[in-house]
């Protein structure tokens, strides 16, 4: 009995060690405000280049907006979809294209195009810094999704420098 008790006793005193050994805070990477801007910058750039008048948004890790960027004669509706698809790529950890595959009517992940402020066309993409998050990037306005993931993955590669802090 004794042998039980001192058992047990030692596992509680391991299990609460163990609960006491794990950090109050956390750290983590984030975009200044001045690379989310280039960022934003550089991809719609490249859209222009490519004649593509299209919105910008960059969103922190936990999809809080950092920048909006929206070309003169890009249509009103462009913002709200960029930050839709950053906030989408940035929450789901993914990016939206992948997240439209994975998501068709009938397949088992079909319910996430339900929910609120989720916008599932391509153009979103996560932004990763030392295999960190750090935020996202949704362009919307080109003539489909994969032109705007192609401005977005532009914009991204333009900092792609930058990133590795």
Known sequence: MLARTLLAATVLLMLAHLAMAQ???????SLSPELALDLA????????SRGYQVAVAVVDRFG?????????FAGAHTVSTASGKAWTA????????????????GMMQAGIRNLPGVVIIGG?????????LVGAVGVSGA???????????????????????
Request: hydrophobic share 35%; proline share 4%.
């Open 41 to 48: 910058r550089a991809a719609l750039g490249d859209c222009r």
């Open 23 to 29: 950090e109050p805070l956390a750290t983590y990477k």
């Open 143 to 165: 003539p489909g999704g994969d032109a705007d993931e192609a401005c977005a993955r532009a914009g991204i590669d333009a900092i792609r420098d930058k990133l590795e802090f």
């Open 90 to 105: 940035a929450t789901f950890r993914t990016s939206t294209t992948e997240l439209n595959a994975v998501s068709q009517p």
């Open 124 to 132: 979103g993409l996560i932004v990763e810094a030392g295999g960190s």
């Open 64 to 72: 809080g907006t950092q920048v909006i960027l929206r070309d003169r």
